[in-house]
């Protein structure tokens, strides 16, 4: 078996690691016998999705988001196309925000791809900090660090996950969700990178577009996720305490 992965723009999205999302994927495919092929799409150059199975777009800076978003507006028919016809997404933090409408960069409105139906404003200060959020697409929480000045709001369509940690702000610190799930795509704020950090989320995409390529009846044994496990309940642990001790803090304050 065999998946093609398309990274879009890495020589510009890659400012909190997330080259590490790719390296998982492929890693994950290899100990199972898949065979994954990573196609690179660089800054002046045409993508093409018609055989391509997981599309990743990463974050950068300010600048550097405008150039992509510049880019993937003129393949914006054919990347809706891909999303609509159930093709597999994952967008985290700068490249979430491309997925939607608009957003904005400074005072500047700018517009987005619009494939998935959300926009992102600019707001007061930066939401910053390690997040915990329940989603739907595994069994264990999913966790990583968030860092970014946008406010995400959801149009028609469905939230990645609820925030379950007391230090966690999610899409736009107010609704109490975070990222979002359309169709087979996801897009989240979540960084670390993400998928080193959650390899439930990892196989998730991985299964997805296995089945969307070969159908049910394939190979897909379970991993020694051991390691990653713990390091994921560590964090889960460490966020709890957090909630104890800022309840405890609250709780003096008030005596």
Not at 176 to 186: A, F, M, P, R
Not at 226 to 254: C, D, F, P, S, W
Request: proline fraction near 3%; include cysteine; charged fraction near 25%.
């Amino acid at each position: 078996m065999k998946l093609k992965i398309a990274h879009l723009y890495p020589e510009l999205l890659n400012l909190y690691g997330d080259g590490g999302n790719i390296i998982c994927m492929q890693k994950r495919c290899e100990w199972r016998g898949i065979e994954a092929e990573v196609y690179q799409v660089h800054n002046g150059e045409l993508a093409d999705f018609s055989d391509v199975d997981i599309v990743f777009i990463g974050g950068g800076t300010d600048r550097e988001q405008k150039i992509v978003c510049d880019a993937l507006l003129s393949e914006k028919e054919q990347l809706h196309a891909y999303v609509e016809a159930g093709g597999v997404l994952l967008a985290v933090c700068g490249g979430y925000q491309l997925l939607g409408h608009n957003y904005l960069l400074g005072d500047e409105l700018v517009k987005g791809t619009g494939v998935v139906d959300l926009k992102t404003e600019r707001g007061e200060g930066r939401l910053i900090g390690n997040v915990m959020i329940q989603s739907d697409i595994c069994k264990m929480p999913i966790v990583g660090y968030e860092n970014h000045g946008g406010r995400t709001y959801l149009g028609d369509c469905h939230p990645l996950g609820k925030v379950i940690s007391a230090g966690g702000y999610g899409n736009n610190g107010t609704d109490g969700y975070e990222g979002v799930h359309y169709k087979n795509v996801i897009g989240t704020y979540l960084h670390g990178p993400l998928l080193p950090k959650n390899p439930q989320v990892c196989d998730y995409l991985l299964h997805t577009a296995l089945t969307r390529r070969y159908g049910e009846g394939y190979d897909f044994p379970a991993l020694d996720d051991t390691i990653e496990n713990n390091a994921n309940q560590v964090m889960q642990e460490r966020l709890k305490e957090n909630v104890v001790n800022k309840m405890k803090v609250n709780a003096r304050g008030k005596s």
